[in-house]
């Protein structure tokens, strides 16, 4: 059996057709097991990195996502070998921080509700249901004089920000904002600086502030929504108290995979809160060391003065100019933010596995994708919670619309005598599924024997043979080896192996029947 890289040498027509396809819009790439999905999804990220000037690194790059770790694991060599290394990889969980512990949702029917894009949208309301001025007006001391703040004022400083800015990020620029207009009315000779000092040391005005537009942890947000019932129902509205009764939960952190897409656009809403802090401690931090650089200059001025130096004196006086400032404070030099390097934007999202994102789901790649471009890799017949719609109706719902698609139809992995096997599970799956045609025979019947004789199966083979690697299926019991692996049937998908052995059958889908050279039961 040929692995990924040996197959990377042998694209056929019509794979070659798909990888050179423009990147704009959507490209659907529907193919069955062994069809060559994935060499062809890897190919045409090589290829579009080099020849779309759009998809350049500094545009944006691209992001390929995958189903699990062994699968990204099984591709990390490849992209190199193409000549492309800037690409990021990752899978839906890494998108979020807290997809390394996060469970399985146990309630199919909590997950039915957390897998819609609807309740991801209801992260909008949650998010505004703090984003309200001042209703009423009031009186700012400051140590000179009162000042009016009128609920206009309030309603000006929440206009300032651009729309889109995330919410703790606009908070600075909102109190900013206010600082000026209260600093404008204010109608002593007191300096700017020192009425802007007495103002944040106003407690009365930092409290008022911080309830009307507070910083907001995406986690509490979201766990809000699962614990506050009427939080829940002013958000989302179209839940039925039942629904709502069923999201509720006593540990609103206990995070599932459900939770994720939930808190993903959370915090795409939000900002991070500890960013702002940041951001706010590095621009008092630039603002000190102006301060003393000003003091420095000063004193420098006095002393050529003193000493009658009139060159001196201009020379050092020329400090006291913006330019001068940019050059004394390197602003580069004060801690800053590291990036998040899967926020994007991104110039393209390829997608393996396509068929077992959930609406939900769809949002987190929407959100790290403003131009649509993707190339989304999937068999509907592998979904695991079923696909009887077309790739359009799923892809239109979920906020895509310049959606094209391409077919791969031959099978060029699997002996036919396993597709044979696997053929009536597919239509039994999906009747208008696209089966892939075998081009190949394997000269081995596929073969059903009891569990008893799982050792000696795979003995025989590692005796037979030199090179190689196996995999058991569906045995939670089963310790792997070096040249054998036991996985989960989700853990398998997209991945290849020499022989296959599937234990209790019935239980897993047709795509574990299509992985093995030799299939035993």
């Excluded at 996502?65 to 000549?83: E, F, I, M, T």
């Excluded at 957390?114 to 009031?138: C, N």
Aim: glycine share 8%; hydrophobic share 40%.
């Amino acid at each position: 059996e040929m692995c990924i890289r040996d197959r990377l040498g042998t694209i056929q027509a019509d794979q070659d057709a798909i990888i050179r396809a423009g990147s704009r819009g959507a490209l659907v790439v529907d193919g069955g097991p062994g069809t060559g999905k994935t060499v062809v999804a890897l190919h045409r990220s090589a290829y579009l990195l080099y020849s779309d000037p759009r998809l350049g690194h500094r545009r944006g790059g691209l992001l390929f996502v995958g189903p699990h770790q062994p699968y990204l694991a099984y591709v990390a060599d490849v992209l190199p070998s193409l000549g492309e290394e800037g690409v990021q990889t990752c899978t839906l969980r890494e998108l979020v921080a807290e997809g390394a512990t996060a469970g399985i949702e146990a309630d199919p029917e909590v997950a039915r509700l957390k897998s819609s894009a609807g309740l991801v949208e209801a992260i909008e309301p949650a998010v505004r249901f703090y984003e309200k001025p001042a209703a009423q007006g009031m009186t700012v001391q400051t140590h000179w004089s009162d000042i009016w703040l009128s609920p206009g004022d309030w309603a000006e400083a929440f206009d300032a920000p651009e729309p889109g800015t995330p919410h703790n990020d606009a908070r600075g620029q909102i109190w900013d904002e206010l600082l000026a207009i209260l600093i404008d009315k204010h109608d002593s000779d007191a300096p700017a600086g020192l009425v802007r000092r007495s103002l944040l040391q106003n407690r009365e005005l930092v409290t008022t502030f911080s309830r009307a537009w507070p910083l907001i942890e995406a986690a509490d947000l979201v766990g809000d929504l699962w614990s506050v019932p009427a939080y829940l129902r002013l958000c989302a509205p179209w839940l039925s108290p039942e629904e709502v009764r069923k999201l509720q939960r006593a540990e609103p952190r206990a995070w599932t995979e459900s939770d994720l897409p939930l808190l993903d656009a959370a915090r795409f809403r939000l900002g991070d809160p500890e960013a702002s802090r940041r951001e706010r401690r590095r621009v008092a931090a630039i603002a000190a060391e102006r301060e003393q650089m000003a003091r420095v200059v000063d004193d420098l001025i006095d002393a050529a003065r003193a000493d009658g130096d009139e060159y001196g004196t201009g020379l050092v006086t020329m400090l006291r100019g913006e330019d001068f400032h940019d050059v004394l404070v390197d602003e580069d030099a004060l801690p800053a933010a590291d990036p998040d390097r899967l926020a994007g934007p991104f110039a393209h999202i390829v997608v393996d596995e396509a068929q077992e994102l959930t609406d939900a789901q769809w949002q987190m790649l929407l959100l790290r994708c403003p131009s649509r471009s993707f190339t989304i890799v999937g068999d509907r017949a592998q979904a695991r919670h079923g696909f009887t719609e077309s790739w359009q109706e799923r892809l239109e719902r979920v906020g895509l619309d310049q959606i094209g698609l391409a077919t791969l139809s031959i099978n060029y992995r699997t002996p036919e005598e396993v597709m044979a096997e696997a053929e009536p599970v597919i239509r039994a799956v999906l009747p208008d599924a696209n089966v892939p045609v075998s081009i190949r025979s394997g000269g081995l019947p596929v073969v059903h024997g009891p569990v008893a004789e799982l050792g000696s199966i795979l003995d025989a083979w590692q005796a037979g043979h030199a090179e190689g690697i196996a995999c058991v299926i569906g045995d939670s019991t089963f310790a792997g080896t070096s040249r054998i692996q036991s996985l989960t049937p989700e853990l398998a998908k997209g991945l290849e192996f020499d022989l296959v052995v599937l234990i209790d059958p019935e239980t897993v889908s047709y795509t574990h029947l299509t992985l093995p050279t030799i299939l035993r039961v």
